[in-house]
């Protein structure tokens, strides 16, 4: 098995299926994962392998170490088209993140006005007011929702503390259509979110969030869990044309 663990506070710049030449920002420890979810599917591994003996970066060292990469950027000439709010673990579960944004915006409008900040979010912590406050301020609010069936997001996401699904989709109704929902699809023994059971159900609540997009994907590295599989190009197609057919944009990545 070979998970990935990014460096921190800044990472890349990596081109992103999904988002262009993209420099991450990680706002977790450099030597392991902290997350709140402990995906069977993440890249970066399960949380009891990764425990970190780093502390998180502070935002003085991500705003000076951001700033430092556009500078190198600029001198080169190769500007990002997003910065990547990504990487070891969720990165609103940092305890500066809404400064650390304010931060990111600063440095955006300063060396790369046109370049997006994104944030890729499980969702876990946008009951916190100044999260919610934050993520409205970033260009593209990406928020995972891979189903609204509890027993799969036990068995997969795998929340470590209280997860109400129900609340997390009040919560992103909460947004008013600056959210994009990510979704992954994928199959493997006893897990699968491909079939109607699960499309169907999530499909209807995405129409209640209203988001602006959607964006379904499926596993692209190796995961820590063993037997879980790709959902195929015709399913992800036939889901993305479900979405679209509701008025919503949505792309799909195999
Ligand atoms: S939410 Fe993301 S970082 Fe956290 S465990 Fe899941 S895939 Fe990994």
Known sequence: MSTV???SPIFGPIHSRRLGISLG???QPADGKVCTFDCIYCECGFNKDRRPTLPRPSRQ??????????QKMVAEGQLPDVLTFAGNGEPTAHPHFAEIIDDTIRLRDQYCPHAKVCVLSNSTMIHRPEVHDALMRVDDNILKLDT????YINKVDRPTGHYDVQQIIEHMKSF???IIIQTMFMQGEGVDNTGEEFVGPWLEVVKQIKPQQVMVYTIDRETPAQGLEKASREQLDAIRDRVIAAGIPCTASY
């Open 61 to 70: 060292l991500v705003a000076q170490k951001l700033e430092e990469q556009l």
């Open 25 to 27: 920002i990680n706002l």
């Open 148 to 151: 609204v069936d509890p027993t």
């Open 5 to 7: 663990i990014y460096p």
């Open 176 to 178: 008013h259509g600056h």
